[in-house]
């Protein structure tokens, strides 16, 4: 059983740089038996591209999120592929508000407190703040079809299937 034999601290572990750095790590990452990486999954997969060592996960992913402090996450995006942040101010209410409601307040809210959760705020109360402070209140009167999630899952098995294909 090998003993740890260093660490690399890559800020980001998603984005161009995971490449360079693991490169200029080579040397030391060429003695490791594996790479224990604590990241979400997409870090994962981008060390394990850029190199030809065993990848451990240590983290399990459940979403994509943002620390609101330290030890508190809220989920950011659940890459629905269908977004309509443009209308909402950047504020995604399919992972802010617990119903996903994309036209509007379900009306059991507060003094702009959830309804399905008294301590959170509600996420078309932010979103009529910010569309406000913006000068486009007009955008909470349009109508927002359904959302379609069957295009979720599609583009990601297709690109995944084209890539894999195109690396043989």
Known sequence: MSSLRGSLHIPTACDSLTKEALAEEAEAISKADALLIMTCAFGVQMVARHGNKIVIPALDTLFIGMEDSPDSFSEACIQCGDCILTWTGGI????????????????????????????????????????????????????????????????RKYMYQEKTEAAL
Request: contains cysteine; charged residues 30%; glycine residues 10%.
């Open 92 to 155: 995604c209410p399919v992972t802010t508000c617990p119903k996903g409601l994309v036209n509007g307040p379900c009306g059991g809210s507060k003094e702009e407190k959830c309804e399905v959760d008294s301590k959170k705020d509600c996420a078309w109360a932010l979103i009529y703040q910010k569309l406000k402070g913006e000068g486009r209140l007009d955008e909470m009167l349009k109508y927002r079809g359904p959302k379609n999630f069957l295009v979720m899952t599609k583009p």
